[in-house]
């Protein structure tokens, strides 16, 4: 399986791309929180308006094991610039994708 993330300075970067369109997160109060150290890792991306990714977030933040969502629509360009796909491994040993 592949994993798309990014670390906290491309999540900050994402953020800040994503200010003033329709999803967003108020990039003060999101930098505040979000772990410095963490990693995000991308759940759904989609073309919307052939202008941007929509794109959902999983992101670690301070203090906490459960994951933050959020929702950011951002440049195609600014998503290629700071994401990494990852091969991540199956759960169960022996079992490949499409299995």
């Known amino acids: 399986m592949i994993a798309t993330v990014t670390n906290t300075a491309g999540i900050l970067f994402l953020v800040e791309n994503a200010k003033g369109r329709n999803r967003s997160v108020y990039e003060e109060e ?4 979000v772990d410095p150290s963490g990693i995000h890792v991308l ?3 989609l073309p919307h308006n052939d202008v941007e990714m929509r794109t959902q977030w999983f992101c670690k933040m301070k203090g906490s094991e ?3 969502e959020i929702w950011l629509d951002v440049d195609f360009d600014a998503l290629r610039e700071c994401t990494t796909d990852l091969d991540v491994p199956s759960e169960k ?4 994708d499409g299995a």
Do not use: M
Request: charged share 20%; net charge negative.
């Open 30 to 33: 999101f930098g505040e929180e």
């Open 93 to 96: 040993p022996g079992v490949t």
């Open 66 to 68: 459960d994951p933050a």
């Open 43 to 45: 759940g759904i991306s």
